[in-house]
C-alpha cells in the first residue's frame, strides 16, 4: 500500500500543476476579460469569427451585439467567446 501511494501522490501533483491549474487560471481570465467588455473591443468567438462590440450591455446580459463587417452585426452569447483583444491592445 505505501508503495502505490509513494507513486500516486507525484503523479497527482504532476497532474494538478501541469494541467488542471493552468486551466483554471485561463478560464478565470478570460471569465474577468468576458465581464469586462467594453465598445470598440475585437472579440473572437468559438466559431473562429472576428469582430468588434458595438453594443455590450450590463454585465447580467448574456449576449452583447458584434460588428462583423460593415453594417452586419449579430448577436453572440457571451459564453461562446474565446478571445477578447482591448482596443489599446490593437494599437500596440
Given amino acids: 500500500m505505501f508503495q502505490t501511494l509513494t507513486l500516486a501522490l507525484p503523479m497527482i501533483a504532476i497532474f494538478y500543476f501541469l494541467l488542471w491549474r493552468p486551466q483554471s487560471q485561463r478560464q478565470k481570465q478570460l471569465r ?6 467594453r465598445r470598440g473591443d475585437t472579440v473572437v468567438t468559438a466559431g473562429g469569427i472576428l469582430g468588434k462590440v458595438v453594443k455590450s450591455s450590463e454585465a447580467s446580459d448574456p449576449e452583447i ?11 453572440v452569447v457571451k459564453a461562446t467567446l474565446t ?10
Fill in 65 to 75: 451585439l458584434v460588428e462583423i463587417a460593415d453594417n452586419v452585426q449579430v448577436r
Fill in 32 to 37: 474577468n476579460m468576458v465581464d469586462n467588455l
Fill in 83 to 92: 478571445d477578447v483583444r482591448s482596443k489599446s491592445a490593437d494599437k500596440e
